[in-house]
Nanobody, 124 residues
Framework: QVQLVESGGGLVQAGGSLGLSCSASGRSFSRNGMGWFRQAPGKEREFVAAISWRGGITDYAASVKGRFTISRDNAKNTMYLQMNSLKPEDTAVYYC?????????????????WGQGTQVTVSS
């Protein structure tokens, strides 16, 4: 059974930092691009960041560029999202996803495995 499990969410004050992890089991995703998405209350899920299969190519939503860093460790079958300078508008459930190919971008249809999500709450 293929699973993606996010961890590391929680409550943090504005300006603080959090690190999220996405651990994969059931198969290796070392040849798949991966990404992070988020969904705030009452809003549609939106793209946050993506990384290519070797980690050499990354992409970020404009709203998080310069504050968030996506990375991966294929030996551990794990992806990460380091979030700095957090803002209240970053409050959302964060989802990790595995792409169908070596790299994927902003479209949810490019991803075929999803985690259950982890809550990130940023207080003002």
């Amino acid at each position: 059974q293929v699973q993606l499990v996010e961890s590391g969410g929680g409550l943090v004050q504005a300006g603080g930092s959090l690190g999220l992890s996405c651990s994969a089991s059931g198969r290796s995703f070392s040849r798949n691009g991966m990404g992070w998405f988020r969904q705030a209350p009452g809003k549609e899920r939106e793209f946050v960041a993506a990384i290519s299969w070797r980690g050499g190519i990354t992409d970020y939503a404009a709203s998080v560029k310069g504050r968030f860093t996506i990375s991966r460790d294929n030996a551990k079958n794990t992806m990460y999202l380091q979030m700095n300078s957090l803002k209240p508008e970053d409050t959302a459930v964060y989802y990790c996803a595995a792409a169908k190919s070596v790299f994927a971008g902003v479209e949810e249809g490019e991803y075929d495995y999803w985690g259950q999500g982890t809550q990130v709450t940023v207080s003002s």
